[in-house]
């Protein structure tokens, strides 16, 4: 599930080392965290939040079949996390 939504993203953004999907499994439902870069946001989010919706939608769609929804939680990563030091 979550490799489906990275795989997606990452093609999406600037920074595509900086993606991470982490899942977290409810009782009720199953939320993906995409986390990307400050930079990436606005790519993710797009304009009037089409881009997120789209995201959203498609996720939803590929597992439809999924006993519990499926719902995308975007966040920007902190500043120093994904970076490394040269």
């Known amino acids: ?3 489906f939504l ?3 993203v990452r093609r999406l953004v600037d920074h595509p080392d900086r993606v991470c999907v ?3 499994d ?3 439902s199953t ?3 995409l986390s990307v ?5 606005g790519r993710v989010i797009g304009r009037d939040g089409k881009v997120a919706r789209a995201l959203r939608t498609v ?3 590929a597992f439809r079949n999924n006993p519990k929804p499926v719902y995308v939680d975007i966040e920007e ?3 120093d996390a994904g970076q490394t030091e040269e």
């Open 1 to 3: 599930m979550e490799k």
């Open 6 to 8: 990275e795989e997606i």
């Open 22 to 24: 982490t899942v977290d």
């Open 26 to 28: 409810g009782e009720t």
């Open 31 to 33: 939320v993906l965290r």
């Open 37 to 41: 870069a400050r930079e990436d946001m």
């Open 59 to 61: 996720v939803k769609a």
């Open 77 to 79: 990563q902190a500043e």
